[in-house]
């Protein structure tokens, strides 16, 4: 006997095999701890304190183009360098092709500016309050001033009642002249192995659900399983599909998890 498969059927079958696939439930991604990207950069210090025209240009190299490139808390775009910088401390990160990521950490410096900043040092949150905190410990010619956030300059180096975030600072010193630093992250400060293990294991195992040979794509009990997944978690059991089944979990729980998850899924 002879079988034959039109056009639109194999068309059909090809389809499904693709979406079968491209299913979220299967593992995919490139590995980037065996990728080879790597970043530097090529600095122009800004001519006065009172010029923003310093530049940062990003050059990396390996892993796999096209790249895109974003400055501290900004996002991601496909640029060649960065202009119109004051003096300060940056983050520069790079991102390519498969998602992979680096950093570095620059600096732009002034002839005129007399400030220092020696350390910020941030206090973390927890979970929906703004009980987190930074202090800035700096030096510099005459009376400073401190700005967060581009906000009002004021003589106090603590600020207090913050909330988790990315934040940044800056110190003016008596002659106008001033010194940035970005990306200082207060965290909610949720932990996984106190906090968030037990609400997933008591609620999301099971015969049907995430438990070694159970019907889910990895078990809970598995760390690393856990938090490649902690994105599509928190969306999950705040939509109230998982747990599985139902019911869905006390808001409180809810919370905990997105926290975590904003934190960067530590393995804390």
């Known amino acids: ?7 639109n059927r194999l068309w059909l079958i ?23 990207l790597a970043l530097t950069s090529t600095l ?25 490139f974003a400055l501290d808390a900004g996002a991601y ?9 004051g003096a300060g401390s ?10 992979c990521e680096k950093t570095q950490n620059v600096t732009l410096t002034t002839p005129g500016s007399s400030v ?12 929906g309050t703004s009980t987190g905190s930074i202090a800035i410990s700096a030096t510099g010619t005459g009376s400073l001033t401190y700005s967060l956030n581009s906000g009002a300059a004021v003589s ?6 913050l909330a988790a975030g990315t934040y940044s600072v800056k110190v003016t010193d008596g002659a106008g002249c001033s010194t940035s630093q970005g990306s200082i992250k207060i965290l909610n400060g949720t932990k996984y192995s106190t906090q968030i293990k037990t609400i997933l294991e008591t609620n999301c195992t099971g015969s049907n659900c995430h438990s070694t040979g159970g019907s889910a794509p ?44 904003d934190d960067g899924a530590l393995d804390n």
Do not use: H
């Open 1 to 7: 006997m002879i079988f034959r498969i039109t056009t």
């Open 14 to 36: 090809s389809l499904a095999i693709v979406m079968a696939c491209s299913s979220k439930d299967v593992p995919s991604g490139f590995d980037c701890t065996k990728s080879t």
């Open 44 to 68: 122009a210090n800004p001519t006065s304190c009172a010029t923003a025209n310093g530049s940062i240009t990003p050059n990396p190299t390996g892993g796999e183009g096209p790249y895109q």
């Open 77 to 85: 775009a496909s640029v060649t360098a960065f202009n119109n910088l």
């Open 90 to 99: 940056y983050v520069l990160k790079v991102k390519d092709k498969n998602g």
């Open 116 to 127: 220092v900043i020696s350390s910020v040092t941030p206090t973390n949150s927890s979970c």
């Open 156 to 161: 106090t180096s603590t600020f207090s009642n």
């Open 218 to 261: 990895f078990a809970i009990s598995n760390f690393s399983a856990v938090q490649s997944r902690a994105a599509d978690i928190k969306s999950r059991t705040a939509s109230g599909n998982m747990p599985k089944g139902g019911p869905k979990l006390p808001q409180s729980q809810i919370d905990l998890i997105a926290c975590w998850v």
